[in-house]
């Protein structure tokens, strides 16, 4: 175990997702103890929690333990739990952990918490449209995904048969364009042959927006290359389309034509983010603002006003309009490490925090994706090549990504879906919640179900 | 999709184990229509369970699509559902799946159900401890498991932090010691130098059995072999010890000396099993009589008394004092098949049901193994090299299974775990069970918390 003498600058990172685990590996050589502390004793590479939802991989291939990859930096202290608290006069964070509650005082404090979904006001919503933020989503979408076409297979009656047989996808960002994608290859490539009595390439997977286009932040030509391959897959998109109910069996939406009815057993909610409560709490400890979507308002190097040791970076942080994407929370945490570095070093503050965007791309099946760099625009093959070695890279900087990589290719070059199985727990863990009252409240606060 | 005439010879099939699911394969040319039940959709590899709870491999590595493994064969429908009645008269089996109840009838029954695990009487150790018989399991043992080690991180008190770092295995047959050698290999071996408050090799891993050997069906000498390696790996073995109680913080044992309790967080159980609750009711509905353990006793063919028409195989029957494995499960399902067959074709029945025991072997660390085949007895690295042999050749005969070699050799040859996560409801399922009651009871006849 490393020395630590009493009188080291500590930094106290909050949240092991990209702005976080970023933020203290760029920590690794400063004169500063770093104590990191995460909901989940993994990271979470969220951009493939969709694959994980469809059989393609393991949870664990997606989500490496972060005392894993932290094990050569020495001066970082890992700790599970979640923070609910903040002093920011005493300069201390609460956190609470299974049986125990603890506290940890700061020199600097970096909050990187992420979005939780958001239901926009209806979660009620969240029981029969699961989200698509932790492992715990993409796992319960897994049960639910496989147990339809079982429980359709199932059925008697043809129209219960349909409605397990229809997929709805609310959200047509890059989320639901993948989810989307993936159940209609599932549907189309993987799975026919194995049922008896449905044939499951007649199951329709609905992609719903309020948006007159998908991937809308991705600019006219890609959206619409992406609406023709979903179009090519089977992916019925229903553009202008609001979401006004969504109950076990089926949801509604309103379009200019009025009001519909979809029967569908199997929703999925990619369509809003929210920070999480932890902004909330911050705001209120701090006085900071926060803009409508929750999200902290910092200033231009990432500090909260008045509270030049109290950083915000990535999905927590409202800065420029910068969208809430993996590279922003990865530059932003490196770029606070440097102001801390430079404070610590007596050196000027650098200047303000410049987003580089290395471009935005989206998967929407596979040999299939769109991509966006610079003033290029790439789709199909070549897109999804793209995708491929940007993915490839990422995970190559974990140890042991190997399988990830085999499991690809059983999954694009053959028919099949390595990681099908849900155990009972996932596949009704909701029923009981909403029967039961949720018995992981307190373990959940990065949760939309969470009440504050 | 086949054709199906309705006159063919109708075969069910209960239960996806290795004797329902090798019964259904060899009937795959036969001239019948084969319905197989399963109350997961899944095949379990059950003797890898093991290293799913200790982060060697993934679920779906262990756990391949019963659809997926039967796809190129025409006669057989898949079907989900847990078997609740037996009507031996009209020759049908009453069926429940989520949301869904049907009945299916049969002209053969093959009843492959497997076996639970049993408490002897004191199911409230469930809570504390649980089994090793499904996935569920299997992925709530990895989350305490790993989770005790990030809890006793946390622990200000050293007696906690003990506590947290104390493993109890009940039970040291092939599961049980290979359960204790792998935590004793992730305390010594994958987990040191990641934690900060703790030295993961300070861990216990105390192995408890009411018998005087460890593995007493493999005989005296690999007994031995076995205990002299459990202890050069630090594993604290307990024998002629019962366990008289098991509570959230720990377990009471009694020997000869007196009783005693042991501090500990973390308790596991893999000492006993006993027939489902199917083998009850399937005794009620044909007058079958039961042994101790309430496995069916059959005719020496497999079939219950006065009633030719129904066989039980594998873990369910009572024949010979034959164990529990799955050589003979596999065996008597090719057997019972090969009469069906016979039976259909106008032969004479076959002779009856005779094991041949192939041998018996458990791993006790990487490299280490015990195997015993006919006469030959053989311990470790040659036992390993067997038991990899054997599982590879297994594994082989599924599709896809390339990735668990990899995480073999990821687990053996270097020092990570690739399956490490969890999530907040395997963590704490069964803590909330426990507080608001069994949303899961309805499914889950396969186990010991079902009251019949």
């Keep these: ?127 029969h449209a699961p989200g698509m933020k932790s492992i715990d989503d993409a796992l319960e979408l897994r049960a639910r995904i496989f147990g339809a076409f079982e429980l359709a297979d199932l059925q008697p009656d043809p129209a219960d048969a349909e409605r397990w047989l229809t997929f709805v996808v609310v959200g047509a960002g890059p989320t639901g364009v993948e989810m989307a994608g993936q159940i209609a290859e599932l549907a189309h490539r993987n799975l026919p042959g194995q049922y008896r009595h449905i044939d499951p390439r007649r199951a329709r997977v609905i992609l719903v927006d309020a948006l007159d286009a998908v991937l809308n932040t991705f600019g006219d030509h890609l959206s619409t290359r992406a609406l023709r391959r979903l179009h090519l897959l089977g992916v019925e998109v229903e553009l202008e389309t609001r979401v006004v109910g969504v109950d076990a069996t089926g949801i509604e939406v309103e379009t200019k034509r009025g009001r519909r009815r979809i029967e569908s057993m199997t929703k999925m909610w990619a369509a809003g983010v929210a920070a999480p409560p932890l902004a909330t709490r911050l705001a209120e400890a701090t006085g900071a603002a926060t803009d409508r979507a929750g999200r902290l308002r910092v200033n231009p190097d990432c500090s909260l006003p008045g509270h030049p040791e109290i950083y915000a970076v990535g999905d927590m942080m409202s800065l420029d309009a910068l969208p809430g994407v993996a590279q922003v929370a990865i530059q932003s945490g490196r770029y606070v490490a440097g102001q801390i570095k430079r404070r610590l070093d007596g050196r000027e503050p650098g200047p303000p925090f410049k987003y580089f965007d290395k471009g935005s791309m989206a998967t929407i099946s596979r040999f299939s994706a769109v991509a966006s760099v610079g003033r290029v625009r790439v789709s199909g093959f070549l897109g999804w090549l793209m995708w491929l070695a940007v993915h490839l890279l990422y995970l190559v900087g974990f140890k042991n990504r190997v399988t990830a990589v085999l499991h690809w290719a059983v999954s694009f070059l053959g028919r099949g879906r390595s990681e099908r199985v849900s155990t009972f727990q996932q596949a009704y863990a909701r029923t009981a919640v909403r029967e039961y009252g949720n018995p992981f409240d307190r373990y959940t606060t990065n949760r939309s179900s969470d009440p504050s």
């Excluded at 951009?47 to 020495?74: C, D, F, K, M």
């Excluded at 903040?86 to 940890?104: C, L, N, Q």
């Design 1 to 127: 175990m490393p020395q630590r003498s009493d009188d080291r600058h500590r930094v106290v990172v909050v949240g092991a997702g990209f702005g976080g685990l970023f933020a203290t590996k760029s920590l690794r050589k400063a004169p500063v103890d770093v104590t990191l502390i995460n909901s989940t004793a993994y990271h979470l590479f969220q951009p493939l929690l969709y694959q994980v939802a469809t059989g393609i991989l393991s949870e664990g291939e997606i989500a490496p333990p972060i005392r894993e990859i932290l094990r050569r930096q020495g001066n970082v202290d890992v700790r599970l739990g979640t923070v609910t608290g903040i002093d920011a006069t005493a300069r201390t964070v609460t956190v609470e952990a299974p049986g125990i509650d603890y506290t940890v005082g700061y020199d600097t404090l970096i909050v990187a918490a992420g979005a939780s979904q958001s239901y926009f006001g209806n979660d009620g919503y969240a029981d």
